[in-house]
């Protein structure tokens, strides 16, 4: 089986650490996996924002790029998301519009190989207990995307009973968006600042050391808001903490999101779900230094 | 329409609102949990929910035939039928309506659409006065208030604030409060009681909204639960019910499903209290269950655009219960009023700008008033999917087309999307993109101006790792599969002694400079 690591541009350019896990995570388990270099977005960000036709040659350059693996991995949810629940009606609207089949005949091959990382693992490896070992006290957020319109289910924390010295705890109000939505997050700061402060309210009730999800906007939004409270817990992306082992254990101590990190500054990817952009880039070069 | 300020501008002053915030977190939280657990109860949930989307969605596809079948029906059973194409034509019809019987004086029972038309304010110009008879929208009437909820229009109102309200102005409109009026709910609904009753019974003309129209024989129906309604639809002489053209079921047997989704969906209940039906007049000997007078107005004022959308359409299959409302993180935090619009949350978001149009600033901001996380679509007793409309709208304001200019204030915007596309169309350019980011790092600031300094104010940003995957992955590959070694670039960062990128979300904390060559990469099989 040929498979295919979509990294996802936010991954690829401010996450390398889950992709790291993620490579290390499916050769543990046998899998060979590649990552075609051509690949960048999945055009999430264009699309939910109103631009359409700006993510029309994203996705097809996604179709182009995985084409032939059997299968691709995505180690994100929302990004799996958009390929399977929006690149179809990406190929409706431009027949639609008169433009054929051809937008249609390029995605639709894609869509149905393509598989958020704990579906693989459940559904075409067939592997509940990844060998992982994770001594910690974790709560996970099962982000909407994930749950609403890939609908993972409870495969995660299936995946997450099985780390062996893992203790799950229950997140209150877990299915409660934690209001990043992409652009949301700047057009209605205030609304998505009033939604992360709760659900970084129930994460530090819980008495988890780490907050787990399989979306890193998300979690770089919740994260965020904990950091700023230096709340002292500390998000992982799912791939973390599976790819962890006895021999090769993950720290959550030295996950940079970690409280009393300073604010640093990255471009513009609250303002997506995408990867930098070199129109957001900083307006300011106000240098900052180090507090620690 | 009035002149709101745009959803995000109105939802700042309500997410700034701690008491407000308290009485929606707690009300929508109540009724949420209501709702789950009627819904929880019955087993074939979906199959209704399925029922309800299809015959909605037929009746809509043949919305003109059904149209016609209500109108004879009506005209045959002893009622009159006037069309509205819009708000000025609907409130003309009914004050020439309400002139005609002589009177000044009208009781409303909850109509959405008539505040969608601004009727009351019609009639008063016309030296008419509407009584709101429904609880919830006596309280926002007597306080000059608007409504910011479906179904509990006055959801923003603690009872305190109720009681004020009714000591302080129910005087003025009737029969004044007691004078020892508590907080307590059931005093205060004694007292909207005996209010409303001397109204009702004074009161010769009604007029009513309707929750469905049934083709087969003209029947309007009234759901509610307090049985004003009742006293409304039962009381009066004349009766004029304004109705959306969208209301209509064929039959009494559709009917039926929707009876059990809109009660279970909407308070949580398994049957609603009173379901009120009638049909045309009652005859001159008193048989039949209708008024002495009965007017239907049927109302288009943009329903037909709305069904010509294809994608938009399926709002109109809205049966007004609410529970998008109930389960949206947004509306929970940003309140009714910040809709700026009869409809509030998620269902406002996407009817208001298609009845509307979206050439006002408020208008066009609503398809972004939503983090698109899908709660009420999975909620949606007619399963609209919201979350694809309110996408398909915010295509519609940043494009526009013919007959929806493209709204202003968007070019910041449409520019710099077109440069990320094509930044992100290229590996080339965005691995270029990332290294710079990368080599620039020490400078990003912490806290960023313009739209950004929204983020920043409340939430620490990421800070870009020592190094992409793709060039992580390269020199891996260069190196041999699996074996990732030694040093690539000499320009590129590394991490801090004893720090393990890799056990982290994110990328490196970064303060330290990253100018030292690159020592082996960190993760070996
Ligand atoms: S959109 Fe659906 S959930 Fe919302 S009020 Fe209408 S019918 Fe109810």
Redesign the interface.
Known sequence: MRVGLFLTCVNDTLYPGTGRATVRLLERLGVEVDFPAAQTCCGQMHYNTGYRHDAEPLARRYADTFADYDAIVVPSGSCAAMVRDNYPRLGRRARDEGRGEALAAHLDPVVPKTYELSEFLLDVLGVTDVGAYFPHRVTYHPTCHSSRMLGVGDRPLRLLRAVRGLTLLELPEKEQCCGFGGTFALKNPDVSAAMGTDKARHTIATGAEVLCAADNSCLMHIGGTLNRQRAGVRVMHLAEILASTESEPADPSSAPAAAGARAAGAPCAPAADCAPAAACAPASTTARGGSR | MPAFPT??KA??EA??NAQL?HNLRKATGTIRGKRAAVVAELDDWAELRRAGKQIKERTLRHLDTYLEQVEAAVIAAGGTVHWAADAAEANRIVTDLVRATGERDVIKVKSMATQEIGLNEALAEAGITAYETDLAELIVQLGDDRPSHILVPAIHRNRSEVREIFRDRMGEWGRPAPDDLTDEPADLAAAARRHLRERFLSSKVAISGANFLVAETGTAVVVESEGNGRMCLTLPETLISVVGIEKIVPTWADLEVFLQLLPRSSTGERMNPYTSTWTGTTAADGAGDGPGTFHLVLLDNGRTDTLAD?VGRQALRCIRCSACLNVC??YE??GGHAYGSVYPGPIGAILTPQLRGTADPLDA?L?????????C??VCPVAIDIP?VL?H???????GDAEHPRAKGHLA?????????T?????R??GA??RA?IAT????????????A????????????D????D???RRSAAGE?APAAPAAPARPTPEAG?????????????TPSTTPTSAPE?R?
């Not at chain 2, 398809?367 to 709660?375: I, K, M, R, V, W």
């Not at chain 2, 790092?441 to 950004?452: A, F, I, N, V």
């Open positions: 959803f995000p939802a700042r997410t700034g915030r294809t993180p947004v935090r940003a901001s398809p972004y008033a939503s983090s698109l996380c899908g709660a679509y999975e694809e996408v709208l915010r295509e519609r304001v940043v494009q915007e449409r520019v710099a999307m077109r440069a990320a596309r930044l992100l169309d290229s590996p350019l965005l993109a990332q980011g790092r020490r400078l990003h600031p912490g806290r960023l101006p313009g739209p950004g929204a983020w920043t104010d409340t939430r620490d940003l990421p800070q870009f790792p190094e992409s995957f793709r992580w992955w390269a699996g720090q393990t990128p890799e056990a982290g979300n994110a990328p490196a904390s970064g303060d993760e099989k």
